[in-house]
């Protein structure tokens, strides 16, 4: 359990929590939190490790599993910058096997994202997972991940009879193009989350 205080902090700011709010949801002090991310407290209780685990929205084997060789799916927040650009975050990319992108025209890695807890997004829903390329150029009509007057969001995104770019939000009239809208990355796939 070397590296769990490092990936306490990392999942922390991931969620956007301070330490006082995740000590809140875990039932312990700030200082606490503090000690677990420095690595001065090594042993923490299955228990405490469960309510971590669920105050920082992630499966508990996120905190124990000492192998980061795997890309883990990033937490897409409306404020802010995307997932794998965020501070602090070391967002590994992968490479999805062209059976999986039916259709879709682009190269390069794309990295795994769902909606952060208690975050609304159009076309991606709660425990959703989407593969999103890096891109700040128009390649093909689809979904992608925009900027919009400074906030993160999908839209389905086209080209209209003069060539102009457009911007539709779920369920919702095709917007033009402002020049407060920036393209980020396109969603390559998209799996939609169902209870079994």
């Not at 990392?10 to 002090?29: F, H």
Request: net charge negative; charged share 25%; proline share 9%.
């Amino acid at each position: 359990m070397e590296t769990l205080g490092p990936r306490i902090k990392q999942l922390r700011l991931e969620t956007n929590l301070n330490k006082a709010a995740l000590a809140r949801r875990v039932g312990v002090s700030d200082v606490t939190i503090s000690y677990w991310e420095s690595g001065a407290i090594k042993q923490i209780g299955h228990e405490r490790l469960v309510a971590l685990a669920g105050a920082l929205g992630c499966p508990l084997s996120a905190l124990l599993d000492n192998d980061t060789s795997r890309p883990a799916p990033l937490f897409l927040r409306a404020d802010g910058p995307p997932p794998w650009a965020r501070e602090g975050t070391e967002a590994k990319g992968i490479e999805l096997p062209i059976e999986l992108t039916p259709g879709q025209r682009w190269d390069g890695d794309c990295h795994l994202v769902t909606p952060a807890p208690d975050e609304a997004l159009d076309y991606l829903n709660p425990n959703d997972l989407a593969a999103i390329a890096p891109t700040d150029i128009f390649r093909q009509p689809g979904l992608y991940l925009i900027e919009e007057a400074g906030r993160l969001a999908l839209r389905r995104v086209q080209q209209d009879a003069r060539g102009e770019l457009t911007f539709q939000r779920d369920d919702a009239e095709p917007t033009p193009y402002t020049p407060d809208c920036r393209l980020l990355g396109k969603v390559v796939a998209l799996w939609r989350f169902e209870a079994l």
